[in-house]
């Protein structure tokens, strides 16, 4: 990791430009036909997918079971029947193994346990949308990320356009940002995610960046010229954010500088393309599991 550059950059606020030149292809290869469904069972649209310590895989979607769980190997262990969602879109397994739901139609986030019975949820009566200074209503929300302290950091979203932060106990702490193109501001704040220096990343969709926070909200800089971040993962074990680029249907994989380091896939429907490649997860092996919208599907791309 770049150090020096990208702590000057960031105390200054600038944007950090990606590289334009084309970047190599990442080696991963897709697993064909890796998700194991029985008869009888289809995905619908895939919004959603994390691992587990374990590599575990969850996939979040729009069927008849909204919460599938898979081994690594593709093997189905279990599909949850009654998931109280209207309409799946981000998934993160929490530190202590709890899985998190956002509900973008349902404006709601949900606490699981492991075994699907619900824990917590953050919602308005009668799911109702929140505007963008509610403490605990949301309004078309799009994901979550946990900080090391524990606390939760949730992107809200289509409608509102802030992040909030709560405390592990479900405490409102703070949000931040508006409607806008500015520093802090987001034109559908889609996906967050968080490194190891407690630095926070937001996919700032329409806007076509990514805007880096500190834990407190305050404005660190931005990624421009990258693409249009859908999904972002923080890989610990090679400290960079893989990127689900939805528009140009690719993976990027970037380094803490915003560099572009490498580049899968395209837009197609065979096995191994993408069409709107909308969030992601990476395991311990390095493995690539990519969340589709239009083609209905969770794929595996190893090394």
Same mark, same amino acid.
Request: proline fraction near 3%.
């Given at each position: 990791?770049?150090?020096?550059?990208?702590?000057?950059?960031?105390?200054?606020?600038?944007?950090?430009?990606?590289?334009?030149?084309?970047?190599?292809?990442?080696?991963?290869?897709?697993?064909?036909?890796?998700?194991?469904?029985?008869?009888?069972?289809?995905?619908?649209?895939?919004?959603?997918? *994390?691992?587990?310590?374990?590599?575990?895989?969850?996939?979040?979607?729009?069927?008849?079971?909204?919460?599938?769980?898979?081994?690594?190997? $593709?093997?189905?262990?279990?599909?949850?029947?009654?998931?109280?969602?209207?309409?799946?879109?981000?998934?993160?397994?929490?530190? *202590?193994?709890?899985?998190?739901?956002?509900?973008?139609?349902?404006?709601?986030?949900?606490?699981?346990?492991?075994?699907?019975?619900?824990?917590?949820?953050?919602?308005?009566? $009668?799911?109702?949308?929140?505007?963008?200074?509610?403490?605990?209503?949301?309004?078309?929300?799009?994901?979550?990320?946990?900080?090391?302290?524990? *606390?939760?950091?949730?992107?809200?979203?289509?409608?509102?356009?802030?992040?909030?932060?709560?405390?592990?106990?479900?405490?409102?702490?703070?949000?931040?940002?508006?409607? $806008?193109?500015?520093?802090?501001?987001?034109?559908?704040?889609?996906?967050?995610?968080?490194?190891?220096?407690?630095?926070?990343?937001?996919?700032?969709?329409?806007?076509?960046?990514?805007?880096?926070?500190?834990?407190?909200?305050?404005?660190?800089?931005?990624?421009?010229?990258?693409?249009?971040?859908?999904?972002?993962?923080?890989?610990?074990?090679?400290?960079?954010?893989?990127?689900? *680029?939805?528009?140009?249907?690719?993976?990027?994989?970037?380094?803490?500088?915003?560099?572009?380091?490498?580049?899968?896939?395209?837009?197609?429907?065979?096995?191994?393309?993408?069409?709107?490649?909308?969030?992601?997860?990476?395991?311990?092996?390095?493995?690539?599991?990519?969340?589709?919208?239009?083609?209905?599907?969770?794929?595996?791309?190893?090394?």
């Amino acid at each position: 990791m770049h150090l020096l550059p990208l702590s000057l950059l960031l105390a200054t606020g600038l944007s950090l430009e990606a590289q334009t030149k084309p970047a190599p292809a990442l080696p991963h290869k897709v697993v064909r036909d890796w998700a194991q469904l029985p008869k009888g069972l289809n995905f619908g649209e895939v919004s959603g997918v *994390d691992v587990d310590k374990n590599d575990n895989v969850w996939v979040f979607n729009r069927g008849q079971r909204a919460v599938i769980q898979f081994d690594k190997n $593709g093997k189905m262990l279990q599909a949850w029947a009654d998931v109280p969602v209207k309409s799946s879109h981000g998934i993160r397994v929490g530190p *202590d193994g709890n899985i998190w739901l956002i509900d973008v139609a349902g404006h709601a986030m949900i606490e699981m346990s492991p075994d699907g019975r619900v824990r917590r949820v953050w919602a308005q009566a $009668g799911n109702a949308a929140g505007n963008n200074d509610s403490k605990y209503g949301f309004n078309r929300p799009t994901a979550l990320t946990f900080h090391s302290s524990g *606390d939760i950091y949730v992107s809200d979203g289509y409608v509102n356009s802030r992040v909030v932060r709560y405390r592990k106990d479900g405490t409102y702490v703070q949000h931040w940002g508006k409607k $806008g193109t500015g520093d802090g501001e987001f034109d559908i704040a889609h996906d967050v995610t968080i490194d190891r220096n407690g630095r926070v990343y937001v996919a700032d969709r329409t806007n076509n960046r990514v805007q880096i926070f500190a834990a407190d909200g305050k404005f660190l800089g931005k990624w421009t010229g990258i693409g249009q971040p859908w999904g972002l993962y923080y890989a610990a074990k090679e400290n960079v954010i893989y990127m689900a *680029d939805g528009e140009n249907n690719r993976i990027s994989k970037l380094n803490l500088d915003g560099q572009v380091l490498g580049t899968l896939s395209e837009f197609g429907k065979e096995q191994g393309k993408l069409d709107f490649a909308h969030h992601l997860a990476v395991d311990s092996a390095g493995a690539i599991y990519v969340a589709e919208i239009k083609n209905w599907r969770v794929q595996k791309f190893a090394r």
